[in-house]
């Protein structure tokens, strides 16, 4: 009885693509956006004359934004890897028992 790899069972890319690339890229652009509006706004840049609150409440918002997503997207992944996990002990229960059927055929034999 063939059955299919754990690579074809475990939907690994979404969670590579999830974690990698979607987490990095959102949290380092919103942090650093968040960092450069909050210094300008407390540094009285001049582009920021008469937006100083607003920069600063922009600011707090991608920073806290930021932690946000990283926070789900961790929780996304634990719930992926416990599936993940789950998936391999089925599999590693399959083997087990086709170990074992074998086994008994060639006592009997």
């Known amino acids: 009885m063939q059955s299919k790899k754990l690579t074809e069972l475990i939907p690994y890319r979404r969670t590579v693509w999830m974690t990698g690339f979607l987490k990095t890229t959102l949290s380092a652009s919103l942090i650093s956006t968040g960092v450069v509006l909050l210094f300008n706004s407390i540094t009285n840049h001049p582009l920021f004359d008469g ?4 920069g600063i409440i922009v600011g707090i918002t991608c ?18 890897k416990k599936e993940e996990l789950e998936i391999i002990d089925k599999r590693a229960a399959e083997i087990a028992e086709e170990k074992i059927l074998e086994a008994m055929k060639k006592l009997e034999n």
Request: aromatic share 10%.
């Open 51 to 54: 937006y100083k609150e607003t």
């Open 63 to 80: 920073i806290l934004s930021a932690i946000l997503i990283v926070t789900l997207i961790d929780k996304w992944k634990e719930q992926k």
